[in-house]
């Protein structure tokens, strides 16, 4: 009788971490519209008056950094473009830009002016398709 032995796989981590999608964060202080919980496009109000005064809104949004257009070579790990560290003989990989609600003080036609959920770029991800498996409505 035969036995295999299995060994554990053994990591070494040589130069700093990496993210697999690379992503620039920013405050945005002039954000002039965006889209509600409800898919409705409102007006998102700058600066509003409070009891001790205008209160100004900013929002801290990340989202996957665009290519440098410099060179011939295809870029990884920025927007629209392939995941670094993937193994692309079984997996089809993209990096892209992910959203989540945060509370803004908004104006519409319909709903007047109030707090309301809009949505903003909070991440940048790895998405994964497997090579094995016919994708719908996708490339």
Same mark, same amino acid.
């Given at each position: 009788?035969?036995?295999?032995?299995?060994?554990?796989?053994?990591?070494?981590?040589?130069?700093?971490?990496?993210?697999?999608?690379?992503?620039?964060?920013?405050?945005?202080?002039?954000?002039?519209?965006?889209?509600?919980?409800?898919?409705?496009?409102?007006?998102?109000?700058?600066?509003?008056?409070?009891? #001790?005064?205008?209160?100004?809104?900013? +929002?801290?949004?990340?989202?996957? @950094? /665009?290519?440098?257009? =410099?060179?011939? *070579?295809?870029?990884?790990?920025?927007?629209?473009?392939?995941?670094?560290?993937?193994?692309?003989?079984?997996?089809?990989?993209?990096?892209?830009? #992910?959203?989540?609600?945060?509370?803004? +003080?908004?104006?519409?036609?319909? @709903? /007047?002016?109030?707090? =309301?959920?809009? *949505?903003?770029?909070?991440?940048?991800?790895?998405?994964?398709?497997?090579?094995?498996?016919?994708?719908?409505?996708?490339?």
């Amino acid at each position: 009788r035969h036995t295999l032995s299995r060994h554990k796989r053994q990591l070494e981590h040589v130069g700093p971490e990496r993210s697999v999608c690379e992503s620039i964060s920013r405050w945005v202080m002039d954000r002039r519209t965006a889209i509600d919980s409800h898919w409705h496009n409102v007006t998102v109000l700058n600066k509003f008056p409070t009891k #001790k005064g205008m209160l100004a809104q900013y +929002f801290y949004e990340t989202k996957c @950094r /665009g290519p440098d257009h =410099r060179g011939a *070579r295809v870029e990884h790990g920025v927007a629209g473009a392939g995941c670094l560290g993937v193994d692309k003989k079984h997996w089809v990989s993209e990096c892209q830009t #992910k959203q989540s609600f945060v509370r803004a +003080f908004t104006s519409d036609n319909v @709903r /007047g002016t109030g707090w =309301r959920w809009i *949505r903003i770029d909070s991440s940048c991800v790895c998405v994964l398709y497997s090579r094995n498996h016919k994708r719908r409505g996708t490339r």
